[in-house]
């Protein structure tokens, strides 16, 4: 899997390395049951901080697309299909898009569940 990095976007790193897992999981270049990088060997090949891959792997966890396991690292779930990816990758181009235009998280979230109800 191909990770790549753009210190100089506003997105934030751990987001995009969040992204880099989602378009292999949408891509079904990475299955269920297939081990990330290691954290401390990808922030190396990266040049981030350990703390930054780790906090793209806890909003993968979040999504329930991967698990983080003592020892053995973070794993592709079952949970993690290439659909549900690529609903992540959208849903974040959703708030990048938002962030620029100026909204705060409460009103996206607002657009969001007017949206849901049909306006």
């Not at 959208?90 to 607002?110: K, W, Y």
């Amino acid at each position: 899997m191909l990770f790549r990095v753009d210190p100089s976007s506003a997105v934030p790193l751990g987001d995009q390395i969040a992204a880099s897992v989602r378009g292999a999981i949408a891509d079904g270049s990475v299955h269920t049951g297939e081990r990330l990088p290691a954290a401390r060997a990808l922030a190396t090949s990266l040049g981030v901080n350990v703390h930054t891959v780790l906090r793209g792997y806890q909003r993968l966890k979040e999504e329930g697309l991967i698990e983080l396991r003592r020892g053995r690292g973070a794993v592709v779930t079952g949970a993690a299909s290439p659909a549900r990816a690529r609903l992540g990758e959208v849903t974040d181009q959703l708030i990048v898009q938002a962030r620029q235009l100026g909204l705060s998280d409460e009103e996206i979230v607002s657009v969001v569940r007017v949206g849901l109800t049909g306006r």
